[in-house]
């Protein structure tokens, strides 16, 4: 090429693509406006922060209503996918095992830091006796392990996508996603469907995602409403030191568990899953993240039929959070009622506290309606004493949710090592952020481009 059809190319350069503007940051920093917008109207205008309750309810009834057709998707599309059905049954198993032993830790580091809070003298009056009775009542409605072992078979097959039970979706979709796997080259046909329907119902999920401003908005604004300063001053010392515990379990039990079996660093996971726990906090609910992650987890590289059977049964039975909350909540209310718990009668009452609150998970209210239901029945002296964190059960069960939620993205993580179903060069690039999560579809399969540094062209004169 000659020197002046060089210097004509290099005076009009190649146009450069850019990349579209990833608007959904715009989103999530309206979240964070709308959760300070939502503390000052709870703190200014308490009685127009509980009318705004709705606008949460509502935004949480729209990403629940969500739940079940993805867990089902995943779960069939990840089993159906597996030739051997083995690999299944040994991950399934392995995750049940992790979420017994997670639990024990939970319930220890809890027991320490509980037997290390300073006691409070504080007075009970009737309408918070009361209370705890009424969450008795409530636990005992649930009918109890067999009871919640039979409410896993639905009713019909369609019925497990549309009443909202986690365990219900999870359990058909294993049955379908077995029998697809059983037909071969013709189911087949019928996992290319499921894949086509996955990809809908999480393009719907992410426009539904844009009113979380306005359901974090209510949601903060009710909380604090109905909660009010006074509350939280008179019962800081078991809020801050259930907080530090949740923490000390999270930075230390969980990252160094992730440090040494998958070699992984929790700060970056944590940033990967900023915005599900920015959700959660501000919602007061870990359902409006559970479907985030189920998508995050693959994307991250983590098998589809890893990442099907670990989250749910995560959700319902991996409860770091709970474990934590119940063990302090028992140990302070025995202390502020001058009845401490002995030894024997603490690791015993939680046992059945941790056991119970399986076959409570998704139930609203279900952690404090459990530490009802196991003071009654272990120590009904303490059962009043339930009303004195009725108050404060909202702020805690935020708390909850975020350590559940940590419990579970790392739990899957690490299952996934073990079972050597996660694509550790996809996870690398991921946390690295050369392939971040697309936002706009939220397809797992989907990595949304890298914004590339714009270079100023220069002419040659």
């Known amino acids: 090429m000659s020197t002046g059809a060089q210097n004509s190319a290099s005076a009009f350069p190649a146009p450069q693509v850019t990349k579209k503007r990833d608007r959904t940051h715009f989103l999530y920093i309206a979240v964070i406006v709308a959760v300070a917008a939502g503390i000052a109207v709870g703190l200014l205008a308490p009685d127009l922060g509980k009318e705004l309750k709705p606008l949460g309810t509502g935004f949480v009834a729209l990403v629940k209503m969500m739940i079940a057709p993805i867990i089902f998707c995943t779960i069939v ?80 097959l369609p019925s497990a996508l549309t009443d909202g039970s986690v365990l219900e979706a999870l359990f058909v979709a294993l049955l379908v996603g077995f029998a697809i796997q059983g037909l071969g080259e013709t189911g087949q046909k019928a996992l290319k469907a499921v894949e086509v329907i996955k990809k809908i119902i999480f393009k719907v999920l992410a426009m539904v995602m844009w009113v979380a401003p306005i359901g974090a908005f209510g949601a903060i604004a009710a909380v604090v409403g109905e909660t009010g300063v006074e509350a939280l001053k008179a019962l800081a010392i078991v809020m801050v030191g259930f907080y530090v515990t949740c ?60 990442v099907g059977i670990v989250v749910p049964t995560g959700y319902s039975f991996n409860l770091d959070g709970t474990a934590i909350y119940l063990t302090m909540s028992s140990l302070f209310i025995a202390s502020s009622l001058g009845d401490p718990l002995s030894i024997g009668e603490q690791v015993s009452l939680l046992l059945f506290m941790v056991v119970a609150s399986k076959g409570a998970a998704g139930v609203s209210g279900a952690g404090l309606a459990t530490l009802a239901g196991g003071l009654a029945a272990h120590k009904p002296a303490l059962l009043d004493g339930v009303g004195l964190i009725v108050g404060i059960d909202r702020f805690m069960s935020e708390a909850r949710a975020v350590t559940n939620f940590i419990g579970n993205t790392v739990g899957t993580l690490v299952i996934a090592t073990w079972s050597r179903t996660l694509d550790r060069e996809q996870l690398t690039e991921v946390l690295a952020g050369n392939r971040p999560f697309d936002e706009t579809s939220m397809d797992p399969a989907n990595s949304a481009p890298v914004q590339q540094e714009q270079k100023t062209p220069v002419t040659v004169r």
């Open 247 to 306: 923490a000390l379990f999270i930075f230390i039990v969980l990252g160094l568990l992730l440090r040494v079996v998958a070699k992984i660093s929790l700060f970056k996971v944590l940033k990967y899953v900023a915005r599900e726990l920015l959700l959660i906090v501000s919602t007061s609910s870990s359902e409006t993240a559970l479907p985030r992650l189920i998508a995050k987890m693959e994307h991250a590289g983590v098998s589809k039929s890893t």
């Open 77 to 156: 599309l990840g089993i159906g996918s597996v030739r051997q059905a083995a690999q299944v049954g040994r991950v399934g198993g392995t995750a049940l095992l992790y979420f017994l032993v997670m639990s024990g830790f939970a319930l220890v580091i809890g027991l320490v830091v509980g037997n290390l809070l300073p006691t409070t003298n504080l007075q009970l009056t009737d309408s918070l006796r009361g209370q705890g009775a009424q969450l008795a009542e409530k636990a005992g409605e649930s009918g109890g392990t067999t009871e919640f072992l039979l409410g896993i078979i639905p009713t019909s």
